[in-house]
């Protein structure tokens, strides 16, 4: 049965994988046998990043790509090609963390919408359209979105983030309608309440521990690593269009962080 989770001889391409969640997934394929080409817009990160692969047996490649211009988006995806021969998996990871702007609707500037809206939404699907071909041409391969339990719910004042993220589980849901018949899937990841080094304005939506969320305790980005091996593997051939959400019961519970402090203490 293990045999179905195994990643050997599969490559794959992982964007924003230098740090938090990403890295941690980086890890945990490398460790189930994939290949990886590693994106991300600062090299040393991913750098760092494809040593690890290295350290760990496996191959890799880091590539520095910024997700909002679809011609390095190109460019990473040829890269793949050219180094490992084909791309069997592709996560859209990266993600505008630390430049989210949280702000009343009526002060976010262009600009301030463009720059979250660009990375997280816009570069999904740049990366989906770069690598659907070449899937195609082969006969099968998976998209793995990185979403967000924010894509479900409202949060405080961060408008990009929450519309980008539902935005993403939608994207999702399109491809997978469409390129089944190709014999590609598409899945998302949905965390929950994930803290990290990178985390930005979103830190202040975020709980100060998870004391309000059913399982009691917030998340890590080792949480996710094999989820991504799970969604990378065969084991996973039969879903499309799905989520997994791992936010420790929060949806299931019902908890949002709207930044005010409770009345009346909690009842256990």
């Keep these: 049965m293990l045999e179905s989770l195994s990643l050997d001889g599969r490559s794959v391409v992982i964007t924003g994988g230098g740090t ?5 997934m980086v890890r945990a394929l490398a460790r189930a046998g994939a290949t990886l080409t590693i994106g991300g817009r600062r090299s040393g990160p991913i750098d760092a990043a494809a040593a ?3 350290a760990l047996g496996s191959e890799a490649i880091a590539v520095a790509a910024d997700v909002t211009d679809s011609a390095q988006v190109e460019a990473l995806m040829e890269a793949a090609i050219s180094r490992f021969g084909k791309i069997d998996v592709l996560i859209n990871n990266a993600g505008a963390v630390q430049d989210n702007v949280r702000k009343p609707i009526w002060e976010i500037t262009d600009e301030d919408w463009h720059r979250i809206m ?3 939404l816009s570069g999904a699907f740049f990366c989906s359209r770069a690598v659907s071909r070449p899937m195609v041409d082969q006969g099968h391969g998976k998209i793995i979105n990185v979403a967000s339990g924010f894509g479900m719910r409202g949060g405080r004042d961060i408008y990009m983030y929450c519309t980008s993220k539902g935005g993403m589980i939608q994207l999702t849901r ?3 309608f469409n390129l ?26 975020l709980p100060r521990s998870g004391d309000f969320l059913p399982i009691g305790k917030l998340g890590k980005p080792e949480d996710f690593g094999p989820l991504a091996v799970f969604l990378s593997s065969s084991a996973s051939d039969y879903m499309t269009g799905e989520m997994i959400i791992a936010d ?6 019902g908890i949002t962080p709207t930044g005010h402090a409770p009345l009346i203490p909690l009842e256990p």
């Design 20 to 24: 938090g969640l990403g890295l941690a």
């Design 52 to 54: 690890e692969v290295e």
């Design 118 to 120: 660009d990375v997280n």
């Design 174 to 176: 399109v491809l997978s």
């Design 180 to 205: 089944a018949r190709y014999g590609i899937t598409a899945n998302s990841i949905v965390p929950g309440f994930v803290p990290t080094g990178d985390m930005g304005a979103t830190t202040s939506s």
């Design 248 to 253: 420790g019961g929060g949806l299931a519970g």
